[in-house]
């Protein structure tokens, strides 16, 4: 077998010059493009959205937008109230955090100060499972097992509501909820623990006086990244929610939230150009925008937690 | 203000673990327990409706405007190509994308822009990159309600998610062992090739194929794009028309008739048992190839 | 274990020549063992801890001071795997048995830890008054309680006009002295302090060796050092350990200048590894 550094003479100096290889000197731009997919799929969304949207805004005013109650784009009245859309939004998504906040945290608390290591380290993999499920399933889920039996329950519930939707979106959220809280309060110095249990504290005050005070915006964090979840989450509220955009708070009748709009739009045929077509542009900036907040808020608090413990 | 105790129990005033300690160590255990029971009964419920519509021919058959003609043929066929397609798209592209920003990025203003762009994409709604995909791929592209604007939708949907999986996984590999491979002789792409990947490998393979079985189920970005939710034949090239699996259960969900219920039911069934296989292989390869490196 | 344990046991008398006589040892422990997993760090410690006054436990890194003082107050069995046999007598009480509760036990024996740690999401004020919020005692006079401990602690004069700050904006020194006032709070006959100073600058150290000082009388001080001339300036009485057991116990003037056991003078004349 022939030496592959053969053809040089060790030592001499060619050695240390020996210019890197064509595909060393390639391969780094190839997998900087590769990176720069993710700017550039970011850019297109934005562009995209702002596209239609511009069009949408040449058409129906901001003050059309922002303050009318009615929103009929798909009739004859045609009416471009947002309320609506973000009322059904709202409502899925706080009977969704009513939910998945006090399972979540609990269940974070339980497993990062009272599970036992091995307990702790098998469970919180088998509850990411249950944010695995399609939410086609869980769709049917709630249209066809939550509805009927809420409305064994609450009387004047609807065979669409904003009640049953919330709730099992909650039990999809809440894996998210206990992953992110418990890495917070997991995260929380045992100095500080001990400093407690030493000052005689109980392990239950212990944990709500100093653990979770101390992981608070971590926690939070874990809420608000669940909450844009839920307000993003389309085909369970779609499926189990109606269809009927209605500015009310009444949780027990039809209604119609943002993401479900889109697809009612997209399930018919609206033909390109129209205002109908740009109506689930405009609707999904303002989507985008509230998860992009929210999304934000939620990395600054994590931030913010993380530099405060460490 | 001291006051000297002495004698016996002065230390044993109240008993060691509290009612309502135990109390919320109950709550507690309760909150672990209600979501997995609560998936439980879904899946039970669920086998119960759809296993008695569960046969070849449902397997075999296009829809049908009779449910208990109708099958999930057209619709199992289109996800296998989907997903198949989106795999060789987004893999190449997020396996790179990791490898750049753990082995070439350095610590600059563009790394970091990158990397808060793509822990912000994970938090975008899927329905979002249907827009993107209506916008960009059907319209501007000119490619229609195809399969491969479907694919490219999806992949672009889970990039994200391959990317961080990836990186993950790179981060664990010790820098020992790059810098033993510098030591040899090795130049930063053989490193990369020969110790870095195959080192990498089962956690990239395991998070790739969770993305990909999160993947399969997704249902609101394909019908943004137009997928087709009634379908009577199989996708012939890249520009076909198609459905999927989860598009077809949905379309059944939102008939008022209870027999096309237990057809989405059986669909589900369907589903959950790919999505099963699939995390089994993703459990069973790890296994595999951390027993191989170590 | 438990077969090496048993021939581990050392009489008193082998070690323990500081006199304290029973009536004025606050806690006496009666060959305590303890160990972590299969690790043993203690091999069977009695000795007595004279009421009011300093003792200073000395020793190389890893010979089980830390989980020596922790068995005091029960803190040991906080770490998880780790066991203990052997009795501790407070006030003649064993804390180990079953009736007794330890956050009674914790209530009576303060700590302070080696690491300044106060509560970050809570104010100097808050800090000094987090052992009622942990008891879940309504307090009264709050105001009056958190300045008599911040004196006591020596620190009131530096952060009087900042009681609303955070605890963690201290610096260490003043950190240290916040989590001796919060010590101090809860009332603790015996305070127990693991290298408290070790984390400091030489002037903050100076600073709490006075305030061990003038706490000397009013409380029982269990202090572990590894700076000898820290133990030679506040304790009454000094242990050396040694791997898992004590070597020797004395008042700390004839430990230091008159050492009954070669290590021990091997040690503190630091011609020992
Ligand atoms: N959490 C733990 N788990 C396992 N072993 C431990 C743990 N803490 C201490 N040990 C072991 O117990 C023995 C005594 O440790 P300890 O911390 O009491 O020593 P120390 O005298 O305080 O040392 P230092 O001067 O370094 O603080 C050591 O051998 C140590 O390795
Ligand atoms: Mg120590």
New binding site residues.
Partial sequence: MRNPAGKREPGSQADLRLPRSFVERGIGSVLLVCAAVSVVVTIGIILTLLKETIGFFQRVSFKEFFFDTQWTPLFSNKHFGIWPLIAGTALTSFFAMLTAIPLGLMSAVYLSEYAPERIRKALKPSLEVLAGIPTVVYGYFALTFVTPLLQKVIPGLAGFNAISPGIVMGIMITPIVASLSEDAIYSVPLSLREAALALGGSRLRTTFRVVIPTAFSGIVASFILGMSRAIGETMIVTIAAGQQPRFTLDPRVPIETMTAYIVQVSLGDTPHGTIEYSTIFAVGMLLFLITLVFNLIAHFMKKRFLRGVL | MKRRESGKNVLNQYPADSGVEKAFKAIGIISLILPVSLLLILIIDTTADGIPRLNWSFLTSFPSRFPEKAGILSALVGSVYLIGLTAFIAIPLGIGAAIYLEEYARKNRITSLIEINISNLAGVPSIIYGLLGLGLFVRIMSLGRSLIAGALTLSLLLLPMIIMAARESLKTIPQELREAAYALGADKWMTIRKVVLPLGLPGILTGIILSLSRAIGETAPLITIGALTYIAFLPESLTSPFTTLPIQIFNWISRPQKEFHVNAAAGILVLLIIMLLMNALAIWLRIRLQKRNV | MNKNMEEHYRSPREFDFSGIKPEEAIITTDNVQAW??K?I?LKGISLPIARGKVTAII??????????IRTLNRMHEV?P??GLRGRVLFEGQDIYSPEVNPIVVRKKIGMVF?KPNPFPMMSIRQNVASGFLLQGIRSDHLDEKVEYYLRQAALWDEVKDDLGKPGSSLSGGQQQRLCIARALAIEPSVLLM??PCSALDPIATARIEDLIHSLRGRYTIVI?T?NMQQAARVADYTAF?YL?EVIEYNRTDTLFKNPANKQTEDYITGRFG
């Fill in positions: 972590f997993h690790t760090a020793g190389p890194s890893g010979c089980g001071k830390s989980t020596f770490v795997g780790a080696q693991d290298e572990v590894h350990f898992g």
